[in-house]
């Protein structure tokens, strides 16, 4: 029989203050009794401090439509992909939040993938339903778009609710949707795609 191994217990605990989030842990050696704790931080963008605002003008958090991304340049990186009509930025440090440009370099619509928070809650994975009753407005148009997730072979038909958020109709929300949940969510103003 070889010699019995004793190895010490682990406690790990993360936690947020602030803007920074912290993580403790703890080693308890059961047979010495002997106990290290030590802690460490990271000063990691806080997504919940950020908030989608629709009125008087959308923007999320600091990034707002109608800016030039000459004011977003150390926070964004250019995203390289096969769009035609405009440039797609990716904010550093994020959970894939895409600014969208004219050609003349002015932010006219953001894109949400992984989180966007409204009033408080994270609509990505939300319940349409849900979603719908917080707005509190009924979409002018849905549709279904099969999305590629692999290849033209594999896919999501996703449900595509849109909103109109002015008369004019140049500000929108579109909204889509799979099994009922959340994806990803699109705000623009279209008076800025030129």
Same mark, same amino acid.
């Given at each position: 029989?070889?010699?019995r191994?004793?190895?010490? $217990?682990?406690?790990?605990?993360?936690?947020q203050h602030?803007?920074? *989030?912290?993580?403790?842990?703890?080693?308890?050696?059961?047979?010495?009794?002997y106990?290290?704790?030590?802690?460490?931080?990271s000063?990691? *963008? #806080?997504?919940? =401090?950020? &908030?989608?605002?629709? &009125?008087? &003008?959308? =923007? !999320?958090?600091?990034?707002? $439509?109608?800016?030039?991304?000459? %004011? !977003?340049? #150390?926070?964004?990186? %250019?995203? &390289?992909?096969? !769009?035609? +009509?405009?440039?797609? /930025?990716?904010?550093?440090?994020?959970?894939?939040l895409?600014?969208?440009? =004219?050609?003349?370099?002015?932010?006219?619509?953001? *894109?949400f +993938?992984?989180?966007?928070?409204?009033?408080?809650?994270?609509?990505?994975?939300?319940? $349409?339903?849900?979603?719908?009753?917080?707005? @509190? %407005?009924?979409? !002018?148009?849905?549709?279904?778009?099969w999305?590629?997730t692999?290849d033209?072979?594999?896919?999501? @038909?996703?449900?595509?609710?849109?909103?109109?958020?002015? %008369?004019?109709?140049?500000?929108?929300?579109?909204?889509?949707?799979? *099994?009922?949940?959340?994806? =990803?969510?699109?705000? /623009? #103003?279209?008076?800025? +795609?030129?």
């Amino acid at each position: 029989m070889g010699e019995r191994i004793d190895f010490p $217990i682990l406690f790990l605990f993360a936690g947020q203050h602030g803007n920074e *989030r912290c993580y403790f842990c703890s080693i308890l050696h059961y047979k010495t009794s002997y106990l290290i704790r030590f802690s460490f931080t990271s000063m990691e *963008r #806080n997504h919940k =401090s950020l &908030e989608l605002t629709l &009125e008087p &003008e959308i =923007s !999320y958090g600091e990034f707002q $439509i109608g800016e030039s991304i000459d %004011k !977003y340049m #150390n926070l964004v990186e %250019k995203e &390289e992909g096969e !769009y035609i +009509d405009w440039d797609s /930025y990716i904010v550093k440090d994020s959970d894939k939040l895409n600014l969208w440009c =004219s050609g003349s370099g002015t932010v006219y619509a953001i *894109r949400f +993938d992984i989180h966007c928070f409204f009033k408080g809650q994270d609509l990505i994975g939300m319940p $349409i339903l849900v979603f719908l009753k917080m707005l @509190n %407005k009924e979409p !002018y148009h849905v549709e279904i778009i099969w999305v590629p997730t692999k290849d033209d072979n594999h896919g999501q @038909n996703q449900h595509v609710y849109d909103f109109d958020l002015n %008369k004019s109709g140049s500000k929108g929300l579109e909204v889509w949707t799979w *099994r009922k949940r959340i994806v =990803s969510i699109l705000v /623009y #103003n279209n008076d800025f +795609d030129k």
